[in-house]
């Protein structure tokens, strides 16, 4: 066998690249900008420190605000709306109907494609004239006054902006879709049989049975979810301009970091809220982590 | 016989839900390509009709007639109780028609009608000349030679990094690897935005900003750590018995890496590869920081660009986000069994 040492040396060697990015790209950053958030900065002249003041800023600073109960929003109303249309999609995915793999192929490629030129057919599709989406709804007859104005109008009622935003994130969930798919086909057929045999309806073995059995799924990808919304960046930022407009409807979290770091070069401001963001990620996960104990059912695993 | 009465009406609910499932299917798929549909179909129209309202979904123009020495649009006018005839509209004014019948009985008089009674007859006119003259009013060439040369470099950085890495953490034993491997994983929890502005400050001290750098050389720094444990789990799944005798022919372990490793691990470097292709065509947040002269902006950011200039000229904004989605849709379509295989692994998202 090869000495210990020699192969020690080539695990360093070989891992050096991920050790070298994680020190000059993670670690350092990390540390450089809890520093950078007790600091004035703007880039060009020397930082001044100023104590916890981003931090106390941010507390008063109503666009912060608006900002991040926009972005709460967003993930409180499209993470479970996601959640439901993902998880009915795998359903009726999984009934073995014919053409299944075209299905799943429709469901999932806006998944992947998500980005600057879809959010920009979002803008056509949503259009208040032009848009496919209110051509549906003036054929079903909806009064006027309660037609949405979708990125023309800051309100939530008739859907604006923020709905407008979330409607664009449902289309999107085709990930989470092919997670619950595998989740379903993990079900096990006897046990499904054998509620069939006792008499258990098709609603009866979905509530009792499906949903217990896909719990962890469930969890994992309401996880995924939350953390994917409140990095919500892209879509915002195109379908207003870059202004998160109309009214600030649109101006989420990341967008709001963005605009303060490289339109204005608040830079300890921006880092500030970064580390706020981070906060309030790491106590949402772990909330829903502490929760899962009463929730989330894993095979195999005793109750207490 | 009980029996077989259950069974049938076992099997017809069964067929009942299958038909409902479809249905559903069939008006969520509908759904969901609606966006495909209707950008397409506005980069084929014209300016002037992709605002019209209400809204086609296909390309259609209004068909004309030369009459008079004047362009004028034709028509199908039915009175009421009469046949429909053909006629070219000389005039219309707060929904009273002035028209001049080109067939029937009235041929050659002048009649006027409500609006209501009168219907324009359009043609599907799909105008192609949308890409060429989108693509060209701005250097679509360079932002496409752009963001190839990111997305390239930055795949292959990315695979052959991730995989070098992930090499270490599965097979080689040294101390503190597996306190590493824990802080890789942790690194998945950490947003991005907490790192974003130290790195570009970083950036900006070498120098490095309006250049392709910052967004290349992270990937060929360990890339993502998704991958990176994506790739040591499959590693893992390979026989130790493989290197051991490769070894016993003296391969050293960057051998081992290049001749044993790599080459029975095509399906997920694969995966990696389409997946951080995905992830670089896509980035918008990268360039849209780092890069700021025109010659140099990728796809995205041009793309963006070109909204806030022409944002009026919808046609051609649609022309051109096409032709940015083509290529990844193309390899969503070559590459489908890798994404569902390895999303349903790591639950990463494209």
Sequence with gaps: MRPRRREAWEGYAFAAPWIGGFLMLTAGPMLFSIWLSFHRWNVLQPAHYVGAF??????????????????????????????????????????????QGFFRTVFYLPSVIAGVATAMVWTLLLHPDAGAVNLVLRGLHLPEKSMPGWFTSPSWWPPGAMPGLILMSVWGTGAAMIIYLAG?????????????????????????????????????????????SFQVFTSSYVVSNGTGGPADATLTYVLYLYKHAFEQFHMGYAAALAWIMFAI???????????????????????? | MSAGVREGGWR???????????????????????????????????????????????????????????????ATYSPPGGKPARVAVLKADAGLLTMEALSGPRKGQTVKAPQAAVKYDTMITPRWRNYPEAWTTMPFNRFLLNTLIITVLGIVGTVLSTSFVAYSFARLRWPGRD??????????????????????????TLGWIDTFLPLIVPAWLGGSAVYIFLLRQFFMTIPVELDEAARIDGASSFTVWTRVMLPLSKPIL?????????????????????????????????????????????????????????????????????????????????
């Excluded at chain 2, 046609?315 to 890798?338: D, E, G, N, Y």
């Design chain 1, 54 to 99: 981003n931090y106390v800023y941010a507390a008063h600073d109503p666009r912060f605000w608006t900002a991040l109960t926009n972005t709460a929003a967003y993930a409180l109303v499209g993470v479970p709306l996601g959640q439901v249309v993902a998880l009915g999609l795998a359903v009726l995915l999984n009934q073995q109907v014919r053409g």
């Design chain 1, 184 to 228: 379903l086909q993990n079900v096990p057929q006897d046990l499904v049989e054998a509620a069939e045999i006792d008499g258990a309806t098709a609603p009866q073995r979905f509530r009792h049975l499906t949903i217990p059995m896909l719990t962890p799924t469930i969890f994992f990808n309401v996880v995924m979810g939350i953390i994917g």
């Design chain 1, 281 to 304: 990620l790491m106590s949402i996960t772990l909330l829903v982590f502490k929760s899962s104990g009463r929730w989330v059912y894993y095979e195999g695993v005793q109750r207490r």
């Design chain 2, 12 to 74: 017809r609910r069964r067929r009942f839900r299958q038909g409902a499932a479809y249905a559903l299917l069939v008006l969520g798929s509908a759904a969901y390509l609606t966006p495909f549909l209707w950008m397409v179909s506005a980069s084929l129209k014209q300016y002037e009709t992709v605002f019209d309202f209400p809204p086609t979904l296909l390309p259609k123009q209004v068909k004309t007639v030369r009459l008079h020495d004047q362009v004028l649009k034709l």
């Design chain 2, 179 to 204: 306190v590493l491997f824990v802080v890789v994983m942790a690194t998945l929890m950490l947003p991005s935005q907490v790192t974003l502005i130290p790195q570009y400050v970083i950036y900006r």
């Design chain 2, 270 to 350: 694969a995966t990696v590869a389409v997946f951080s292709f995905v992830a670089l065509w896509n980035d918008f947040m990268g360039p849209l920081i780092y890069l700021n002269s025109t010659k140099n902006l990728t796809l995205a950011v041009g793309l963006r660009v070109f909204q806030g200039t022409y944002g009026t000229y919808m046609h051609l904004l649609m022309a051109v986000a096409t032709v940015a989605l083509v290529p990844v849709v193309i390899i969503f379509f070559v590459a489908q069994k890798q994404f569902v295989r390895s999303i349903v692994l790591t639950g990463i998202k494209g």
